[in-house]
């Protein structure tokens, strides 16, 4: 029972975690990042993407430590964490000095999805060059 509820934690804190500290950088004003809106804009939007791409791989990642297979864990960590996306922008609604856009809950979702393609697609490929490298080195 305690190795089940340890490994449970080890699986979702982050989760809890990350999505915690999304809720905090949501729940108050942010500065401008420039004087120029393209670049202020860019660094802005690129947050979300970050901040959501994380999210998603620690879904991912906690979905493959309940045994999920790859494909379902992909797709729900992209769709759970767009819907945190769509709770966050609620949330923003009454928070002062922010506004609420569904344009940042798109960029929240292609942020998860891009990640998480990069997070489905990047381990198989690398083992395989590995192996590949370690064939070609003989180094077994």
């Known amino acids: ?3 089940k509820i340890l490994r449970q934690l080890y699986a979702w804190l982050p989760v809890i975690l990350w999505a915690g500290l999304i809720f905090r950088f949501s729940s108050g004003t942010i ?3 420039s004087a120029v809106y393209w670049q202020d ?3 802005k939007k690129s947050g ?3 901040l959501f791409g994380v999210l998603a791989v620690l879904i ?3 979905l493959r430590m309940e045994k999920i297979k790859r494909k379902q864990a992909a797709i729900w960590a992209v769709a759970l964490s767009t819907l945190y996306g769509v709770t966050d922008e609620y949330h923003q609604m009454f928070t ?3 506004t609420s856009r569904v344009r940042d809950v798109f960029i929240d979702g ?3 999805a891009l990640v998480i393609l990069v997070a489905y697609y990047l ?3 690398l083992s395989k060059k590995i192996y590949a490298l370690v064939e070609k080195l003989d180094l077994t």
């Open 1 to 3: 029972m305690r190795v």
């Open 110 to 112: 292609v942020g998860s």
């Open 41 to 43: 804009f860019a660094v």
């Open 60 to 62: 991912y990642r906690g």
């Open 48 to 50: 979300h993407v970050i």
């Open 123 to 125: 381990p198989p490929m």
């Open 31 to 33: 500065p401008l990042a």
């Open 96 to 98: 002062s000095g922010r």
